[in-house]
């Protein structure tokens, strides 16, 4: 043999093979346990745990923080370490789509503290392209298991909506694109009996929860493998009680 051919050999047979340099790097690895978390996947928990809960479990703290809401016993709120634990990321356990109205809270409404609940809101709580796309990073991007579109006695613009239609009268700046989304629900709230201006406002929950139901092409998926819930709820001024709306 020759000497360059010796010399090739002995160079092979020094170089370590793929599976000693891989064990080699495991083995040093380890003696690295920082560097090692950096390079695993963040397998932090979500800054608050407790809101991991599933869509009924969503409706049932919903309902627990209404109820302690209405009895005057609502929790006392540590909001400093929210702050601190909310710097990362949030995890809301429910979505809120509600009036604007200033009488309506809904962190007062269902007690809850800061990271718990997404809130869209806009006179008259229905759904446009701008709300819905927001439910849709809530639901896919935070794994929002549920939405609420919450109604209110006396609201404003269904009133408004109920004047301009019977008066046939146009309303003065942008509030004309406020009856175009409402006019739909006041004119089927009073084809039924009872008070028109209480079914538009029932109706208009109705018709706002099948539109998110149906918003493709991410809501309607949820809806359809039973991660998320889209629910509706009526709030009473004189009370504060939430009433769920079939």
């Given at each position: 043999m020759c000497k360059t051919c010796e010399l090739e050999g002995a160079a092979r047979c020094a170089r370590?093979?793929?599976?000693?340099?891989?064990?080699?790097?495991?083995?040093?690895a380890a003696t690295l346990p920082v560097a090692g978390a950096a390079w695993a996947?963040?397998?932090?928990?979500?800054?608050?745990?407790?809101?991991a809960v599933s869509p009924d479990g969503a409706l049932e703290l919903l309902h627990k923080g209404n109820d302690r809401y209405v009895d005057g016993v609502s929790?006392?709120?540590?909001?400093?370490?929210?702050?601190?634990?909310l710097t990362a990321g949030q995890n809301p356990y429910a979505a809120i789509l509600s009036c604007a109205d200033s009488r309506i809270a809904p962190?007062?409404?269902?007690?809850?503290?800061?990271?718990?609940?997404f809130v869209c809101r806009v006179a008259?709580?229905?759904?446009?392209?701008d709300t819905i796309a927001s439910f849709e990073y809530a639901v896919a991007n935070l794994n929002v298991p549920l939405i609420m579109v919450l109604g209110h006695?006396?609201?404003?613009?269904?009133?408004a909506t109920i004047k301009s239609l019977n008066d046939?009268?146009?309303?003065?700046?942008?509030?004309?694109s406020l009856v175009a989304r409402l006019a739909s629900a006041v004119k089927a709230g009073a084809e039924h009996a009872g008070d028109p201006f209480a079914?538009?406002?029932?109706?208009?929950?109705?018709?706002?929860?099948?539109?998110?139901k149906s918003a493709t092409p991410i809501l309607d998926a949820a809806v359809a493998q039973q991660k998320l819930k889209i629910v509706g709820g009526i709030y009473r001024l004189a009370t504060g009680r939430i009433e769920m709306v079939a």
């Open positions: 370590p093979s793929r599976r000693v340099f891989l064990a080699s790097f495991s083995a040093a996947k963040d397998a932090a928990p979500p800054p608050k745990p407790q809101n929790k006392r709120h540590d909001f400093k370490n929210e702050r601190e634990a962190e007062y409404a269902f007690d809850s503290g800061r990271g718990d609940l008259g709580n229905f759904a446009n392209d006695d006396s609201c404003g613009a269904i009133s046939k009268s146009t309303l003065p700046g942008h509030l004309p079914n538009a406002i029932r109706q208009n929950v109705i018709d706002t929860v099948a539109a998110l």
